[in-house]
């Protein structure tokens, strides 16, 4: 049983360029997470999914967008990455969006 | 005001004592709670959750709630060099389903 799955765990890129983190889940869950966590900061909520075909603004939206592709499968997009987006992505679900999240095993982003 | 506090730390313990960890909230619809610990280099991992005004102990670690004066805090007893590591608290808040998590304490238990 995987639980969340993150990929790539690492990445590095340059300023301008585009990326996306995928996601998967196999718990079923209903919600699903995307977080950044930057140097010695706790985290913080880049956009959530509180079910399939449903996408919501966390706190630091700014530059991101999702996709919640179906039930399983959630993905951040970078369209133009910038250096201040250089952070652990950490991705997450919930059955029940109640606050009991699963987490993956993050995703390590360099931008240059 | 941020929605969740937390004080970042570093809080230092000797080993066996009582470490005890703060977090305050804004968001009075909150109606549950939830800590996880971090170690270095993790993921985050849940520890305890309450959703009423008191106690709640499992083992080690109690999680005391507070509505009225909208704070939460975790209180970890005889405390080992394996309890050192970021502790998250994080309100389950009015709006289903946003988490929103405080920015963590570190606590360092020292032999």
């Known amino acids: 049983n995987a639980g969340v799955t993150q990929t790539p765990k690492f990445q590095v890129l340059k300023t301008g360029q585009s990326m996306t983190l995928q996601c998967a889940q196999d718990m079923n869950h209903n919600s ?15 956009y959530y999914s509180a079910s399939e075909g449903t996408t919501d603004k966390g706190e630091v939206p700014n530059g991101y967008n999702v996709s919640r592709l179906n039930k399983r499968e959630f993905s951040l997009r970078l369209e133009s990455a910038a250096p201040s987006q250089t952070s652990v992505y950490f991705c997450a679900s919930s059955e029940a969006g109640d606050g009991e999240l699963f987490f993956g095993e993050g995703s390590r982003l360099t931008v240059l | 005001q941020k929605e969740v506090e937390q004080n970042s730390g570093p809080l ?6 009582i470490a005890s960890l703060n977090c305050t909230y ?12 971090q170690y270095s280099g993790k993921s985050p991992e849940l520890i305890m959750f309450i959703y009423s005004n008191g106690d709640k102990e499992d083992g080690r670690f109690t999680a005391q709630l507070n509505k009225a004066s909208q704070y939460v805090s975790l209180l970890i007893r005889d405390s080992q060099p394996s309890d050192s590591a970021t502790y998250l608290c994080a309100p389950r808040g009015s709006s289903a389903s946003k988490i929103i998590f405080g920015s963590g304490t570190r606590l360092s238990i020292r032999p």
């Open chain 1, 32 to 46: 699903m997470y995307w977080y950044r966590q930057d140097p010695g900061m706790g985290l913080r909520l880049i």
């Open chain 2, 12 to 17: 230092s313990v000797p080993e066996g004592a």
């Open chain 2, 26 to 37: 804004s968001d009075r619809g909150s109606q549950s709670f939830f800590w996880y610990r």
